[in-house]
């Protein structure tokens, strides 16, 4: 069983992502973003993104209620449901999810950022949360029936609240759940650049101890993805292919192995 | 088994219909709309509903690519996911899905509309189309193994195309696949309305041919929401039930025959 990430930029060719799902004809579960499109929705909403500046100076995405709103909007109505829709006219059985879903995704709400305001220190507290489990039975129950599920966020909490979370942690708990032997990473790269300014940089594979050199390194939302990628491994053994989303055989090139291997 | 079906309107009282759901305990299959949703977002948008006269002289909302983006993220994906949510914390282990997911719900893609633009006869075609059958074994396999679906638009074409269709005619297909011993509609009045602007007015129950007569003299949503009502008995016999969607315990009120019953 294999897990397919899908980046949420706008230059991944989902149509050719679909053909090779198709053609290569091994279970699988999609795990996609929406970030382009859901940035673009917000900016047409005038919805603002909120940054909370903790006491202690870092800086985190506020996800309030409207934030939500707006992720359900584009991740799991347009993105998930377009994406269905090429999959199917490509003969791939799909049925999209959340975590929401039959509880697809179980996630703890984050404890709240410290902040000054007005003078006033207080806590705030957001929908947002780190996934902690899947509804294994869910999946199977579908994959076992023919269906290829197709998952996104927002993921629901311990009250069953609907909770923004990263996908590459949605990703590592699938992993967790399925001990999937191969994840391919779809961006709009040809794999891990060594030089993010050089699309001829490529690092043809990487060990997970230079994975800790690189989180060490990285910075921002880089850091949080090297991050991730280094805990998916901690669920299990597997192989990560991070590869090229863009072109036109994105599956059956990572499947070749071409890109980032991570083992 | 029951269908219950919610209208698009604001004031329905969602989080009191998870909670009867839940306390009722029988299997149900939901039909929401979004109607209200989708005209506010289409606005915020600045997405123009398109309208097309025919040369016979008929008019017809004309549902382009990005009318169905629009319905998918009110529909799909905002409503859709909100009640979700709304009903796992209310208990219910709520699935969504739309007529796209796993062939949930096919149609056949409307024939074009003969129009007349710049003095030129031609057929325009739009992303719209009639339910003609549901795929009755999926919503069995998730409620069999104690999922609740949670049903939308868009459903899918014959090509697999994503396109509009009446909630009404989903309703229909479902009833004709399951033969529902009983089909709630929750609405914004306390039932059908003899005089639509006095709510005293309400028909506590309603024959076939009645309905019949009130499908002659209707027009417009009206006309065509009658004759959906009409259709649910040709695909087997049921009992409708026309209630409050607003007050506190619609969905007991309902089972309590208070509304409009047509049998």
New interface residues.
């Given amino acids: 069983m294999i897990i397919v990430k899908i980046g949420g930029g706008d230059a991944i060719n989902l149509e050719a992502v679909a053909r090779d799902l198709a053609e290569i004809n091994r279970p699988f579960i999609l795990v996609h973003g929406a970030n382009a499109l859901r940035d673009r929705?917000a900016k047409?909403?005038?919805v603002e993104r909120r940054v909370l500046t903790s006491v202690k100076g870092y800086q985190s995405v506020y996800s309030d209620e409207q934030a939500i709103?707006v992720m359900?909007?584009?991740?799991?109505?347009?993105r998930?449901?377009?994406l269905?829709?090429i999959l199917?006219?490509n003969g791939v059985?799909?049925?999209?999810?959340?975590g929401?879903?039959?509880?697809a995704v179980q996630s703890k709400r984050n404890a709240g950022v410290r902040v000054r305001e007005d003078g006033k220190l207080k806590i705030v507290r957001d929908f947002s949360g780190k996934p902690q489990s899947v509804n294994k039975?869910?999946f199977e129950?579908?994959m076992n029936?023919g269906?290829a599920p197709v998952l996104t966020v927002?993921t629901?909490d311990e009250?069953?609240?609907?909770v923004n979370s990263e996908n590459d942690d949605v990703v590592a708990k699938v992993h967790e759940a399925f001990q999937a032997e191969l994840v391919i990473q779809l961006i709009e790269a040809p794999g891990y650049l060594k030089d993010a300014d050089d699309p001829n940089s490529v690092a043809v594979s990487i060990s997970r101890r230079d994975l800790e050199k690189i989180e060490a390194e990285a910075d921002g939302r880089m850091k949080r993805k090297i991050h991730a990628l280094r805990k998916l491994f901690e669920y299990g053994p597997t192989k990560v292919v991070v590869a090229d989303g863009r072109i036109d055989e994105p599956i059956k090139n990572a499947l070749q192995g071409k890109g980032t291997i991570i083992i």
């Fill in positions: 929705l047409r909403l005038g709103d359900m909007m584009a991740y799991s109505g347009l998930n449901k377009r269905v829709e199917r006219r059985n799909a049925v999209g999810l959340t929401l879903d039959g509880g039975a869910l129950l579908l029936n269906y927002p629901i009250n069953n609240v609907a």
